[in-house]
């Protein structure tokens, strides 16, 4: 395992904790924030076309990215609610995908077969594609429309709107989840 872990695609979806850690401190500075949410993106998009195109999917990499994805939208979406840029319903919208995947996340977790089942079957799923980056589109709009200088009048009607279309496209991923997920027992 110790080798499986220094792979280019474990590492990057690694490193997306240490960014999870790093964004309460970038919060009010919101360019910052957005770099910080902009590198998350890079690595969740890098790890899995790596893994993928260069067969280095692994076990390991199948339990590694969505629990680093789960880490650093915590460490987000908790910084956003505490300095009041996203209120609870809006967390409900993002996270409808991610609610109805963790029961999944936990029976691969411990389940050895659905992980190896997963690693065997690594092809990227692409409505949860576009639930996180419509999740990435909100948060930054979240913390764009946060800042005094960069807020602009409109930008809370565009915010509810494609937090309304992420909790719809997540609910939609989510079921494309299991469904995968349950074909491939």
Same mark, same amino acid.
């Given at each position: 395992?110790?080798?499986?872990?220094?792979?280019?695609?474990?590492?990057?979806?690694?490193?997306?904790?240490?960014?999870?850690?790093?964004?309460?401190?970038?919060?009010?500075? &919101?360019?910052?924030?957005? %770099?910080?949410? *902009? $590198?998350?993106?890079? #690595?969740? =998009? @890098?790890? /899995?076309?790596?893994?993928?195109?260069?067969?280095?999917?692994?076990?390991?990499?199948?339990?590694?990215? &969505?629990?680093?994805?789960? %880490?650093?939208? *915590? $460490?987000?979406?908790? #910084?956003? =609610? @505490?300095? /009041?840029?996203?209120?609870?319903?809006?967390?409900?919208?993002?996270?409808?995908?991610?609610?109805?995947?963790?029961?999944?996340?936990?029976?691969?977790?411990?389940?050895?077969?659905?992980?190896?089942?997963?690693?065997?079957?690594?092809?990227?799923?692409?409505?949860?594609?576009?639930?996180?980056?419509?999740?990435?589109?909100?948060?930054?709009?979240?913390?764009?429309?946060?800042?005094?200088?960069?807020?602009?009048?409109?930008?809370?009607?565009?915010?509810?709107?494609?937090?309304?279309?992420?909790?719809?496209?997540?609910?939609?991923?989510?079921?494309?989840?299991?469904?995968?997920?349950?074909?491939?027992?």
């Amino acid at each position: 395992m110790p080798a499986q872990l220094w792979t280019v695609p474990n590492v990057l979806s690694l490193a997306r904790v240490p960014l999870g850690a790093v964004f309460p401190l970038t919060i009010h500075r &919101p360019h910052l924030a957005v %770099l910080v949410l *902009v $590198a998350a993106a890079v #690595t969740d =998009v @890098v790890d /899995g076309w790596w893994a993928r195109t260069r067969g280095q999917v692994t076990t390991l990499g199948a339990v590694l990215d &969505p629990v680093s994805d789960k %880490l650093f939208v *915590v $460490a987000v979406v908790t #910084t956003l =609610v @505490v300095t /009041g840029a996203l209120g609870w319903r809006a967390v409900l919208c993002l996270a409808t995908r991610d609610i109805g995947e963790a029961p999944l996340v936990i029976w691969f977790l411990l389940s050895a077969h659905m992980r190896e089942r997963r690693a065997k079957n690594p092809g990227a799923n692409v409505p949860g594609k576009l639930a996180t980056a419509l999740q990435f589109a909100c948060v930054t709009l979240a913390i764009l429309k946060s800042s005094p200088e960069l807020a602009a009048p409109q930008w809370s009607l565009v915010l509810r709107t494609l937090l309304a279309t992420s909790g719809i496209v997540g609910a939609f991923a989510a079921i494309s989840y299991w469904r995968r997920a349950l074909r491939s027992r």
